[in-house]
Structures are given as C-alpha cells and as structure tokens.
C-alpha cells in the first residue's frame, strides 16, 4: 500500500469539500422539481440545508487551496499560471453567485444565479483537475 503525505491528505481533504459543493449543487438542483410538489417551502428548506453544509465546504476549498499554492514547489509555467488566475477568478465568482441565489426572492435571479453558480461550479472543478494533472 502506498503511504499517505500531506499532500495526499490536503488533495482529499480538497476534493471531499469539492465534492460536497460541487455534487451537492447538482443533486439539490434534481431534487428541486420534486420539492415544488411536495410545498411552497419545501425548495427553500432544503437549500437551507445544503447551505449550512456547502458554505463551510466553500471555506474549507478556499483553506485547502491557498495551502496547496504554499505548497506549490518547482517552477510553474506561464500556462499553469494563467489557468491559476482564471480559476481564482472563477472561485470569486461561484462565492458571489451563491451568495446572490441564496439572497434571491425574484424567480428569474434565482434562477439565473442557481444556473450560473453551477456551471461555474464545474468549470471550477475542471480547471482544478487540469492544476493538478500539469507535472
């Protein structure tokens, strides 16, 4: 068996919190068509429920990734840095996303917000995966 680093505890630390975010965007988001039936505050209960377990998940990603680019050793091309700041700025804006769907009571800023704060989401994950795969 291969022995577990720190590094290979920070990446899975990582990808849980990512997993819950990401995954759990997507799921609530299937779930949602369902909860409409079942009441008018079925929707907003769960995503009650979600947040107070994907938020601190955000706040865990935001830790684990500012440790692993303290961790970061070796040189790093102008490519891998381009898609660093890309991702940064996409992680801002996943956080404001959420944070204006969360705050959202008009339909159309629900759904907008939801729609984009998900494909964010993945495209933040993608680029994460591509970081990781570059050496």
């Given at each position: 068996?291969?022995?577990?680093?720190?590094?290979?505890?920070?990446?899975?630390?990582?990808v849980?919190a990512?997993?819950?975010w990401?995954?759990g965007?997507?799921v609530?988001?299937?779930?949602?068509?369902?909860?409409?039936?079942?009441?008018?505050?079925?929707?907003?209960?769960?995503a009650?429920?979600?947040?107070?377990?994907?938020?601190?998940?955000?706040?865990?990603?935001?830790?684990?990734?500012?440790?692993s680019?303290?961790?970061?050793?070796?040189?790093?091309?102008s490519?891998?840095?381009?898609?660093?700041?890309?991702?940064?700025?996409?992680?801002l804006?996943?956080?404001?996303?959420?944070?204006l769907?969360?705050?959202?009571?008009?339909?159309?800023?629900?759904?907008?917000?939801?729609?984009l704060?998900?494909?964010?989401?993945?495209?933040v994950?993608y680029?994460?995966?591509?970081?990781?795969?570059?050496?």
């Amino acid at each position: 068996m291969l022995s577990p680093t720190v590094d290979t505890v920070r990446l899975f630390i990582h990808v849980l919190a990512a997993s819950l975010w990401v995954g759990g965007q997507i799921v609530l988001a299937g779930m949602v068509p369902g909860l409409r039936k079942v009441g008018p505050d079925a929707t907003r209960a769960a995503a009650n429920g979600f947040a107070r377990m994907a938020w601190p998940a955000y706040g865990v990603l935001f830790f684990t990734g500012i440790w692993s680019l303290t961790a970061q050793e070796g040189s790093t091309t102008s490519a891998y840095l381009a898609t660093l700041g890309i991702k940064l700025l996409l992680v801002l804006a996943v956080g404001v996303s959420a944070f204006l769907h969360s705050q959202a009571t008009n339909k159309v800023v629900v759904a907008t917000t939801g729609a984009l704060g998900g494909i964010l989401s993945l495209t933040v994950l993608y680029l994460g995966l591509l970081l990781a795969n570059h050496g």
